[in-house]
Nanobody, 125 residues
Framework: VQLQASGGGLVQAGGPLRLACAASGRTFSTLTMAWFRQAPGEEQQFVAAVKRSGGGTFYSDSVKGRFTISRDNAKSTVYLQMNSLRPEDTAAYYC???????????????????WGQGTLVTVSS
């Protein structure tokens, strides 16, 4: 599976930004898709995930209510709509894919075999 993330950029605090991740190489609808992020000097952390078609969404507490993950199986693309952005959301955002994740490990990096390159999000105060 190849993943190509896009949509990062500079945004003012309180503003919105939408990330996209296009997948190829495997039937997209069979994959669980996720977003992780890594700020400078910090460990990578889970942001959100969406399971295979109809399987539900998961969020970290820090983004719940502000971010929305969605998928378009016809376009083989997963999105992360980020609203009410804060300076602490500044990070490189990575999309990831898995064909074998289960609910108990959906927030774990080790559950995802496929990763895209990061797209940088910078939120200015």
């Amino acid at each position: 599976v190849q993943l190509q993330a896009s949509g990062g950029g500079l945004v003012q605090a309180g503003g919105p930004l939408r990330l996209a991740c296009a997948a190829s190489g495997r039937t997209f609808s069979t994959l669980t898709m996720a977003w992780f992020r890594q700020a400078p000097g910090e460990e990578q952390q889970f942001v959100a995930a969406v399971k295979r078609s109809g399987g539900g969404t998961f969020y970290s507490d820090s983004v719940k209510g502000r971010f929305t993950i969605s998928r378009d199986n016809a376009k083989s693309t997963v999105y992360l709509q980020m609203n009410s952005l804060r300076p602490e959301d500044t990070a490189a955002y990575y999309c990831a894919a898995s064909s074998s994740v289960i609910n108990s490990n959906i927030r774990s990096q080790s559950a995802y075999a496929f990763w895209g390159q990061g797209t940088l999000v910078t939120v200015s105060s």
